[in-house]
Nanobody, 121 residues
């Protein structure tokens, strides 16, 4: 089994910053992409940012220039530094990883439990 554990959510004022962290553990041979998604009330889950093992990164247009994704391949962690936060960034943020559990195994998608980020004055 693979577990993804997130931390770092909370309440922040508009213009403030937060850093989310996610650690993958369990049966892991390799991890391809790791990323962050979010889901606001009444909306579909959407991609925020994703980073591959080689460091290729994609951001949602809405967060470009404000959010920075990074990962530590040795520790199987991925972080999301969120700056200049806006009210519309309020959502539950989910960590995601494309994990290959064994050498012979097939990769699968794994999700964290989610962490709430609320941007409000």
């Amino acid at each position: 089994q693979v577990q993804l554990v997130e931390s770092g959510g909370g309440l922040v004022q508009p213009g403030g910053s937060l850093r989310l962290s996610c650690a993958a553990s369990g049966r892991i041979f390799s991890i391809n992409a790791m990323g962050w998604y979010r889901q606001a009330p009444g909306k579909q889950r959407e991609l925020v940012a994703v980073i591959t093992t080689r460091g290729n990164i994609n951001y949602a247009d809405s967060v470009k220039g404000r959010f920075i994704i990074s990962r530590d391949n040795a520790r199987n962690t991925v972080d999301l530094q969120m700056n200049s936060l806006k009210r519309e960034d309020t959502a539950v943020y989910y960590c995601n990883a494309d994990v290959r559990p064994t050498y012979w195994g097939r990769s699968g998608d794994y999700w964290g439990q989610g962490t709430q980020v609320t941007v409000s004055s």
